[in-house]
């Protein structure tokens, strides 16, 4: 799967991009808000996750896609986005991301999400896709928002951060196909 966009080239997951997930990776900034992500963040931990990946691409029906942020301008992988959970006969799927700190603020992400969004309801045919973020992620929260996901819930202590070991609320988010095509026009 590739996903072409103005800055960035959406891709799968390449053994070498080992090494700049670890640079990118290793930092509590980025994974403090993230779920399976542990810190430090190591060569091995980037390897293991590389290589479910690369077996996840090649199951048919495949319902997990987890792609590569790549920055056309550095031609190097900058981060992470993904439909997971994608289940062709209940119409959903996942969506979830993570961006090196370096690159934060450009609205790198929102480009991202626009593409994927348009993959998951135009491709996949997906009726809906599920959003959740920490209640204290104020990035994720502000994407979700402006890309018109509809606040369905806050679970208590639902989750827990492999880095911090912290837990969490989290808010629960959904965008049907016919909110997402309504704000196409
Ligand atoms: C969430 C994340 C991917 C955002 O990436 P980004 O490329 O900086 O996002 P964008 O530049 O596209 O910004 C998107 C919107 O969020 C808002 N936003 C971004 N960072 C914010 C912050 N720290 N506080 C409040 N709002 C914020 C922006 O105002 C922007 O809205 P606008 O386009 O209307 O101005 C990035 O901060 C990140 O990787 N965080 C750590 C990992 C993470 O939290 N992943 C999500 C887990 S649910």
Known sequence: MRLVTRRLIIREI??????????????????RYLLKVPYPYRRRDA????????????EKPRAN?????????????????????VDRFQG???????????YWGQGIMSEAIEAVLKFGFEKLKLRRINWNAFVENKASNALARKF????????????????????H???????????WKKKQR
């Open 65 to 85: 896609y987890q792609m590569a942020i790549e920055l056309k301008s550095e031609k190097r992988f900058i981060g992470v986005i993904s439909l997971t959970h």
């Open 169 to 179: 609320d989290d808010n629960l988010r959904g965008l049907l196909i016919e909110e």
């Open 148 to 167: 018109g996901f509809v606040f369905e819930g806050r679970r208590r202590k639902s989750l827990r951060s492999k880095a911090t070991g912290r837990v």
């Open 47 to 58: 390897e293991s996750w590389v290589a479910m990946c690369i077996k996840e691409s090649k």
């Open 92 to 102: 959903t799927g996942r969506i979830g991301f993570w961006l090196g700190e370096d």
């Open 14 to 31: 390449k053994k070498s991009d080992v090494k700049d997930i670890v640079r990118n990776a290793n930092n509590l900034n980025v994974s």
